[in-house]
């Protein structure tokens, strides 16, 4: 159902970072069950820029980013995203972690 990739720790270089993430969001694709990736960077201001940018560059292959910080059951896109691919554990829903980001993928 959801796919976790740390690319924070070790810290990567950006173009290793956007390598990573499509592969990631290829995986899914190829996945009969899984429509979600749960991105790990850390707290760092340079690989969560670089993996929101990337979201953001090929967001047509994307239905939603939800960044860490707004992860949580208030939140429009967790909801719809819950709601259709189905609930699960996650300790970090609800928590603000401004070390994460999910991708939802169309």
Not at 24 to 45: D, F, L, Q, W
Not at 66 to 91: H, K, V, W
Request: proline content about 5%; aromatic content about 6%.
């Amino acid at each position: 159902m959801i796919i976790i990739i740390d690319i924070g720790h070790p810290p990567r270089k950006p173009d290793l970072v956007e390598r990573e993430l499509q592969d990631a969001i290829e995986k899914v694709r190829n996945s009969p069950t899984s429509r979600i990736v749960k991105v790990v960077h850390g707290n760092g201001a340079a690989t969560r820029t670089t993996v929101r940018n990337w979201a953001y560059r090929t967001r047509q292959s994307i239905r939603a980013t939800i960044s860490g910080e707004n992860y949580n059951l208030f939140d429009a896109a967790t909801q719809e995203m819950r709601i259709e691919c189905g609930q699960y554990m996650d300790p970090d829903l609800g928590r603000g972690n401004k070390g994460i980001t999910i991708i939802w993928v169309k």
